[in-house]
C-alpha cells in the first residue's frame, strides 16, 4: 500500500522540491495516495509523501531532471547524486 509502485521497503518520508516550471504536471494527478503538495509563492512545490523504499521513486525523480531536488531523506539524495555523476561519466562529462 506504501509502496510507490511495484517495489517495496523500509518506510520513509520523502521531501521533493519541484520546480515552478513542471509544478502543474505534478499537480495534474496523484502520484501517491499519502502525498501533500505545497504550493511555493515563486509556484514551486513541496512534495511531501510518506513511502515504502526509495529504490522506484529515485527513478521517478531523476525523470523530472534538474526540476526536482530531493530534501530528505539524506539516503535518497545521497542515491541521486550518486545516479547523476553516473550520468556524467557515461556522458563524459566528469
Do not use: M, N, T
Not at 33 to 40: A, G, I, L, R
Amino acid at each position: 500500500r506504501d509502496s510507490f509502485g511495484a517495489f517495496f521497503g523500509e518506510p520513509v518520508q520523502v521531501v521533493i522540491h519541484f520546480s515552478a516550471r513542471i509544478a502543474g504536471y505534478i499537480l495534474e494527478k496523484i502520484w501517491h495516495e499519502s502525498q501533500v503538495v505545497e504550493k511555493q509563492k515563486d509556484g514551486s512545490l513541496i512534495f511531501k509523501a510518506h513511502i515504502a523504499g526509495i529504490e522506484e521513486i529515485k527513478f521517478w525523480i531523476l525523470g523530472w531532471g534538474k526540476d526536482a531536488v530531493v530534501l530528505q531523506p539524506d539516503a535518497l539524495r545521497e542515491e541521486i547524486c550518486l545516479e547523476a555523476r553516473g550520468i556524467l561519466r557515461e556522458y563524459g562529462a566528469e
